[in-house]
């Protein structure tokens, strides 16, 4: 594959990212706008499989079988890692507990005044392969649960949102046989869109919105079978992640000059580089094995969590989960997601939270 055109591409892209669509959603923004200084109360959140807690279906994603959630709670319960996961984190930052997945709020109504989740594994901004509800469908429910007062203005006001885009919709890119002249094209209307979506979801009345940037999609396991698990593949997948992200950086950039806050409603969380931090300088956070996956299938055709006809496993499981930065050949351990939260917290990238 030629990356030079490419490339080109992409740099063009950067110079000439139009702001258009942010320009006009932001009127909107700033007629929604109240200055609430309440304590961070609840913690409402969108996305994919690094902040579903719960919501996928059982028979959809081996989230919800043996061997997930053996470290946390104990037993599979729909976290796509050993135990706990970025939203869990974030939670804990804020002093709150989890919230309630949004599949479950009728099952668990105690958990509502905590906030709730709407993030569902698989999904993307746009629809996947995953049949899911995307970011936008995601945030109507959202939109719903306020209109069925399940929640006052009030708590709307002290609440942060955490969006979480892990890529795929890059996927779903590839597997339908996206092209690379047409990527930089793509790349600009996913980070349009995810700019639309973070005003809306501002635009209901919460106090901040944080969205992630992208991962180092090439170091993930999946990426890293050609070479057993050794090294990150630098070349597109390291690539895609690190012109996405300046995109992103733009646009938020952008948008918060826009909005003429005192304080910066919209925050980028920077995964990129907490986790190429972790995975740079495992030691420091007690990681033996920072590329290779925990749990994987016994062959290719078998992943973490599988089991043959007669019910018999087709997985494996290392000895020392908290060892491991990666659970499966794409999330993160508990231990993984406590390292990068570590690091985050070195960074002040949460500090932002609380201005």
């Known amino acids: 594959m030629d990356f030079f055109p490419f490339l080109l591409s992409l740099i063009f892209l950067i110079l000439h990212l139009s ?6 959603a932001e009127v909107n923004l700033q007629k929604h706008h109240h200055d609430h200084k309440g304590i961070i109360s609840k913690l409402f959140v969108f996305g994919d499989s690094y902040a579903d807690t719960g919501n996928i279906k059982r028979g959809l994603a081996n989230s919800w079988k043996h061997p997930y959630g053996i470290t946390f709670p104990g037993k599979p319960a729909g976290r796509f890692s050993d135990g706990r996961v970025l939203t869990d984190y974030i939670a804990k930052y804020l002093k709150v507990k989890s919230p309630v997945p949004y599949s479950l709020r009728k099952l668990m109504p105690q958990h509502l005044k905590y906030g ?26 959202f939109q719903q649960v ?3 007062k399940v929640y006052t203005a009030s708590d709307i006001n002290n609440s942060v949102a955490l969006v ?10 590839t597997v339908t046989n996206g092209s690379v002249e047409g990527l930089p094209s793509f790349i600009e209307s996913l980070i349009n869109q995810t700019i639309t979506n973070i005003i809306r ?51 938020v950039t952008k948008l918060n000059q826009q909005t003429k806050h005192h304080s910066k409603p919209f925050l980028i969380l920077n995964l990129y580089d907490s986790f190429m931090s972790v ?9 033996r094995d920072e590329l290779r996956p925990c749990c994987v299938g016994v062959s290719s055709k078998y992943f973490c969590g599988s089991v043959d006809e ?43 939270i609380h201005d």
Request: contains cysteine; proline residues 5%.
């Open 116 to 141: 709730m989740n709407f993030a569902f594994g698989g999904t993307g901004v746009f629809d996947t392969l995953n049949p899911g509800p995307n970011m936008t469908t995601q945030i109507n429910f």
């Open 164 to 173: 979480s885009v892990a890529g795929n919709d890059y996927t779903r890119y």
């Open 146 to 148: 306020i209109k069925d």
């Open 310 to 352: 007669n019910n018999v496993k087709k997985y494996l499981v290392c000895e020392k989960p908290k060892s491991a930065f990666f659970w499966d050949l794409v999330h993160p351990t508990e231990a993984g997601w406590h390292a990068v939260y570590n690091k985050l917290r070195i960074m002040n990238a949460l500090q932002q």
């Open 201 to 251: 979801i501002k635009g209901l009345g919460v106090k901040k919105v944080i969205v992630n940037n992208l991962q180092p999609i090439g170091c993930l396991p999946s990426m890293t079978t050609s070479t057993s698990f050794k090294q990150c593949n630098e070349t597109s997948n390291n690539l895609l992640a690190f012109y996405h992200n300046i995109l992103l950086t733009q646009a």
């Open 19 to 24: 702001g258009r669509r942010v320009v006009e």
């Open 279 to 287: 995975l740079n300088h495992p030691s420091t956070h007690n990681i």
